[in-house]
């Protein structure tokens, strides 16, 4: 079984002893129990990586000897989708789920036919509870990189982030195209972009500045499924069509 994962600062990775204190450390101490002798990764998030055997624990902390350090590169192609804001708590369990299938971005989507709307303060919360969920998630999946959760998207910028793919791609029941066939960009360019729509569908304005803005309409399958799984269904076979599985 891999190692359990623990989030530092970089500075911090370049020390041959580091201390995991804070939140980080209670947690690596109290919840997951871990003790002497134990093996640990410690990662900034963005690609560093230290193996580390754990040389002590204290109540609110872990001090972890480094043992090796690597540095694991950025997947290619890049992969982000666009999720329109799901009702209630899916937007967490969307967000786990794609983080868990190796998602590099995840942009939420405001789009007109949401019934879930971010405003004001409640904006700020959601927006940092879709931050922590793929922060845990991807501690869960080992992952050395955290995905970026951006800022809530409208029309406007999806259309701009779509323009800029390498590939652009629309969810749509009446895709001319099949997901699983479309022909994946190389290199280290902008990469693919993947839109869900939400539950009540695109609106024909939001199609057309999508379809505008250079994005291919694709099915995924012949059933319909739900905002909050249909990007991590996509995810998986954009990673297998890519080869980054």
């Not at 000897?65 to 899916?90: I, S, W």
């Not at 007109?112 to 700020?124: I, L």
């Not at 259309?159 to 479309?182: K, P, Q």
């Not at 999508?210 to 994005?215: C, K, S, Y």
Request: one cysteine or more.
């Amino acid at each position: 079984m891999t190692p359990p994962v623990f989030l530092v600062g970089t500075a911090d990775l370049a020390a041959d002893r580091v201390t995991v204190g804070g939140a980080e450390g209670r947690h690596a101490a109290v919840v997951r129990r871990v003790r002497e002798g134990e093996t640990v990764d410690l990662s900034d998030g963005r690609g560093l990586v230290a193996r580390c055997t754990v040389a002590a624990v204290a109540k609110d902390h872990i001090v972890c000897a480094v043992v090796e350090r690597r540095e694991d590169p950025a997947p290619r192609p890049r992969l982000t989708v666009v999720q329109a804001l799901p009702k209630g708590d899916r937007g967490e369990l969307a967000v786990e789920m794609m983080t868990e299938a190796g998602a590099d971005a995840i942009v939420p989507w405001s789009a007109e036919r949401c019934v879930t709307r971010w405003k004001g303060e409640r904006a700020a919360k959601s927006l940092a509870k879709w931050r922590a969920t793929a922060r845990e998630a991807a501690k869960q999946a080992r992952r050395g990189r955290l995905p970026e959760v951006a800022d809530l998207a409208d029309r406007s910028a999806v259309a701009d982030l779509l323009a800029a793919a390498d590939l652009g791609i629309v969810l749509h029941e009446d895709g001319d195209d099949r997901l699983s066939e479309l022909e994946p960009p190389t290199g280290d360019g902008p990469g693919i972009v993947l839109v869900v729509g939400p539950e009540g569908g695109f609106s024909d304005t939001e199609l057309d500045a999508f379809t505008g803005a250079g994005a291919v309409r694709a099915l995924l399958g012949p059933s319909v499924l739900r905002t909050s799984t249909a990007g991590v269904a996509a995810l998986s076979v954009l990673q297998a069509r890519t080869g980054r599985w």
